[in-house]
């Protein structure tokens, strides 16, 4: 972690929304086309969910496993917690960056010259001096006062802390940016970022910042001042791309919407929570009971949808009885190790593996009977002779619903009417 004192005049501001308009990215999945194996892949998955866990919830207890995983997510030996990248322009003429995707925090930043400490990575650092369009943002701005840290000293200066210690420090600065394909770009004046240049701690070299997508005044979603973004995230064993939307982006009139409330945690007000009822497994609808999955006065507890952590975390209380109905209705004995590093997997026989009866996976949100598809919440490998569970218990009351189990599904924030809408779909045809 970086260690900076900084002088804070925070005051409060009006944020000033910019003109809505609709956009499109397309996100890279970190490991997408790495050559990785499917085993190696839920392996770096399950790794990653655990060191981003870990930041989310203080209590949270990592899985016992006696297996050394042969392959570790990140460039090295460490479990970095990064899932999707997006690649865009910041600048006049446009410098590529490329900034990790986050709905658990707000601010927009990338490495910036000159930089007094930064990690190394794949693109040029952005240069200010060579954009026309670069301007520092005054300490009176809104962005500035909308930062939990910053300070002034003829200019506005952030820190922005991250819970795996990483931090950036810059200046708080506008720029135009510059979206999707050449034949269909679109440009958007003044947006705020942070202009990075004393950055640390857990980074990689495929990207040069973070993409703050959370509910706060600084994140893109308040900038481009649009009421509805979508995310729909294609195949994790495959190679295509997924789409981001902001703006308008599906059918209002299509029957096969669900939708759930959205629900603030004001200790916790960057991440998105939803409201869960149950989980039923096959025909059996499990006794859990609510408090497993309740928010606290406290800001513990509850349920986080997230695009950052890659499998479902379950509060303990709810994960062992869905481990037990599993372990109940999947007629296989239980494997005592798995190099996928999950807790639950089967013993394959290779004479089995078409008949394999595989109960049915129903998330009961508010308002919301969301049935998984088989393949977002089961792994198969006939290699091993394995079948594995792609859920974890968080070890306390906190649970996370993860990108695995939101495959070819267009997940729907309506920030208007503070609603999240399912929509099944082909996310790699989007």
Known sequence: MLKITLLLFVSLGTWTLAKPINVRLDLTHVDSGRDFTKQEL????????????????????????????????????????????????????????VLTVDTGSDLIWTQCQPCLTCFDQGLPYYDPSNSTTFSYLSCSSDICTSLPLSSCHQQCFYLYEYGDGSATVGSV????????PKKNEISVPNLGFGCGFLNGGIFVSNESGILGLGRGPVSLISQLGVNEFSYCFS?????????????????????????????????????YYLSLKGITVGTTLLHIPPSAFALHDNGTGGVIIDSGTALTVLSDVAYQQVRKAFVHQIKLPVAKESMTYLDLCFSLNSSLLQSVQVPNLVFH????????????????????????LVITSSGDTSSIFGNFQQQN??????????KLSFLPALCDKL
């Open 409 to 418: 599904i267009q997940i729907v924030y309506d920030l208007a009417d503070e």
């Open 235 to 271: 195949s994790l064993f495959g190679k295509k791309s997924s789409p981001l939307l902001f703006g308008t982006s599906m059918d209002p009139y299509n029957m096969k919407i669900q939708s759930t409330p959205l629900i603030k945690n004001p200790t916790n007000p960057s991440f």
């Open 42 to 97: 839920l392996q770096r998955m399950t790794l990653r969910t655990n060191t981003r866990a870990t930041t989310i919830f203080p209590n949270y207890k990592k899985p016992t496993n006696p297996i050394t995983p042969l392959v570790y997510p990140g460039n090295g030996d460490e479990p970095y917690d990064r899932e999707y990248i997006a690649k865009f322009s910041i600048g006049t003429p446009p410098q590529p960056v």
């Open 173 to 180: 600065s506008s720029e135009t940016f510059t979206f999707g």
């Open 365 to 388: 949100f508010e308002n919301v009977d969301l049935e998984l598809p088989k393949e977002n919440y089961i792994f198969e490998d006939h290699k091993t002779c394995e079948l594995c």
